[in-house]
């Protein structure tokens, strides 16, 4: 099980995030900088112990309305081989790990192996702030998929239950920037 250091990270998740995050194709926004808060989410353990693995649900209020996105971040003490220069969400200097290469998870294979065995049944989901404490309130519905699933993560998040007829789909909350609270479908498991 992953531990959760009650730690400071410089420059911070948010911060990280709030720059790369207008660079996306699926970005929402309409120009300007996003003004971001953390509505959410719930980790992963790598079995291995050597990759931090989170499902992060940020807010942006800079537009007319808020904006939910869920951006799956790995935490690794090295440059991660073989994928995008923009797969690199940025560094930060974790404040007992040290320096933390954070990635955008859609481009790890240890968060694409994980996600998918949380669809099948297979993984458990954490607490997104706790060591070692599950998280009852993320669902797998339809769970057992094919191992040959592609694993489609859902960026722009909306309330509500899925109405595609998927194998499986992972549902889980966050809270809006008026404090009421959400739920919707975070990803999808796609017969190929």
Known sequence: MAFIHRTTMTP????LITGWLPKQS???GTGGAPDLTKG??????????AVGIEFMVVVDSAGP?????LVPLSYRDAALEGVPEAALIGTSEHGVLGTRWVYDGVHDPVVLDRLSALLRGEANPQHQSLSDTPDPTVTV??????????????RVLRAGESDQPSPAHLV???TR???TA????FAVAAPR
Request: net charge negative; no cysteine.
């Open 12 to 15: 911070g998740k948010l911060e």
């Open 26 to 28: 699926w970005y929402a």
């Open 40 to 49: 959410g989410g719930f980790r992963l353990d790598d079995p291995e112990g």
């Open 65 to 69: 309305e808020p904006v939910a996105y």
């Open 141 to 154: 519905h339809g769970a057992g998929a094919d191992q040959e699933a592609d694993v489609r993560i859902n």
């Open 172 to 174: 889980a909350g966050w």
């Open 177 to 179: 920037p008026d404090g």
């Open 182 to 185: 959400a739920r919707g479908v």
